[in-house]
């Protein structure tokens, strides 16, 4: 159980273009997802967290209008990266938050390779 | 400053050896310390869960302690397998209760098991 999972797994895109990402909880309903990204070598930094039907909280120094959420339903979550360019090349993950046993736990997606020429 | 430490950046053992992986953290308030595990180019994968009243906890080889005076923890793999290559990565959750992406996360140590 508890399995969330995300779309595309690799991407490659033009810099200019915009590239959307989706994270699924498939098994329960989140309404709180997270999305990180991580660089070689470098530990997974929050970017946001994703509230379902509400707007996302963005932390600091992460450019909002670039980097879009939707959490239209308890089981998706998208993030869209506009106008990429090859510095936001990266790895991109996503994670559900679930309540198994009454503590709280994130449950983290198998990632998005982002690359951006 | 709220940081997790963690030791050595990367290992190599043969397969079949024990390893001991290390974490330091300054976090505070401290709420539980997780230890997962993440596969090149994949998601992390939870191995262990501790609040600061538990010592130590197993999950089949691999046994994580906590020492909450210290603020230290490790992660012990029993019997390595090729399989147990992967990066570890030693979070802590900042908060009680909500768990509301308060996870400051370790750089990582990257074990290489070789045959």
């Known amino acids: 159980g508890a399995v969330v999972s995300q779309h595309p797994s690799r991407v490659i895109c033009k810099s200019g273009t915009s590239v959307k990402i989706e994270c699924r909880s498939l098994?329960?309903?989140?309404?709180?997802m997270f999305w990180y990204r991580q660089f070689p070598k470098q530990s997974l930094m929050l970017m946001a967290t994703?509230?379902?039907?509400?707007?996302?909280?963005?932390e600091q120094g992460v450019e909002k209008d670039k980097f879009l959420i939707n959490h239209a339903s308890l089981t998706l979550s998208t993030l869209t990266v506009t106008s990429a360019h090859p510095e936001d090349s990266s790895f991109y993950i996503c994670?559900?938050?679930?309540?198994?046993?009454?503590?709280?736990?994130?449950?983290f997606g198998p990632g998005t390779r982002l690359t951006v020429t | 400053k709220n940081q997790v430490e963690q030791s050595p950046q990367s290992l190599i053992i043969l397969e079949g050896k024990n390893c001991t992986l290390q974490?330091?953290?300054?976090?505070?308030?401290?709420?539980?310390l997780r230890w997962y595990k993440q596969d090149t180019g994949r998601g992390p994968v939870s191995l262990t869960i501790?609040?600061?009243?538990?010592n130590t906890k197993s999950n089949g080889r691999y046994t994580a302690t906590l020492d909450a005076d210290t603020k230290q923890s490790s992660l012990h793999i029993t019997a390595s397998q090729l399989s147990d290559s992967a990066s570890y990565i030693c979070?802590?959750?900042?908060?009680?209760?909500?768990?509301?992406?308060?996870?400051?996360f370790g750089k990582g140590t990257k074990l290489s098991v070789k045959p």
């Open positions: 994670s559900a938050l679930n309540r198994p046993r009454g503590e709280y736990e994130q449950y």
């Open positions: 098994d329960f309903q989140a309404t709180t």
């Open positions: 994703s509230n379902e039907g509400s707007k996302a909280t963005y």
């Open positions: 974490c330091n953290y300054t976090v505070s308030p401290f709420s539980n």
């Open positions: 501790m609040t600061f009243s538990e």
């Open positions: 979070v802590v959750n900042r908060i009680y209760g909500g768990s509301q992406g308060n996870l400051i």
